[in-house]
Antibody, heavy 116, light 107 residues
């Protein structure tokens, strides 16, 4: 089955760290451009970060630049998002998204809550 | 950054109505626009990519058009399962940006 399954979300204090994972299956992960998109409670969608499949170039939203790191392990078909120096405003559901026919496949999301 | 402006932000419509949602980019994005449908507590679902290409499995009542800066999502005959929030997103350049969403409600 073609799918993306995120994990690693949870409750963390401001200033803390968390690493999200996204396990891909059913397609050739290594060639796909991959993304993280988030959605704060009751809000719209916000693109967070992307990594190319071919050369692993990375891209970040200004709001997370220098705090978040996207990475991929093509041998394990897994995408990661290392989140450091977390802020209250990082509270959101984080989605893993594949680019194939456009940004066409989304995971179910994992909830990150940053609160003291 | 490219700004994506969706309109309207919400609309009320009846089953069977034709519904049109527009998305305007602040600069030329060629055809690199996607449309998503999101229902409460669910992940977004991609309906349209490259402005006018229907994703597999998406009903043909959904269509997309446009290029450059002006884009449209049309639902030809609204069905009960279509009540949801719709977003556009440009993927021409980074940062990739979304429209603010259009909530389609039952009249």
């Amino acid at each position: 089955e073609v799918q993306l399954v995120e994990s690693g979300g949870g409750l963390v204090k401001p200033g803390g760290s968390l690493r999200l994972s996204c396990a891909a299956s059913g397609f050739t992960f290594s060639v796909c451009h991959m993304n993280w998109v988030r959605q704060a409670p009751g809000k719209g969608l916000e693109w967070v970060s992307s990594v190319r499949g071919t050369n692993s170039d990375t891209y970040y939203a200004d709001s997370v630049q220098g705090r978040f790191t996207i990475a991929r392990d093509n041998a394990q078909n897994t995408l990661y998002l290392q989140m450091n120096s977390l802020r209250v405003e990082d509270t959101a559901v984080y989605y893993c998204v594949r680019d194939a026919s456009g940004p066409d496949l989304w995971g179910q999301g994992t909830l990150v809550i940053v609160s003291s | 950054d490219i700004q994506m402006t969706q309109s309207p932000s919400s609309l009320s419509a009846s089953v069977g109505d034709r519904v049109t949602i527009t998305c305007r980019a602040s600069q030329d994005i060629s055809k690199w626009l996607a449309w998503y449908q999101q229902k409460p507590e669910r992940a977004p679902k991609c309906l349209i990519y490259a402005a006018s290409n229907l994703q597999g499995g998406v009903p043909s009542r959904f269509s997309g058009s446009g290029s450059g800066t002006d884009f449209t999502l049309t639902i030809s005959s609204l069905q009960p399962e279509d009540f949801a929030t719709y977003y556009c997103q440009q993927y021409n350049s980074y940062p990739r940006t979304f429209g603010q969403g259009t909530k389609v409600e039952i009249k």
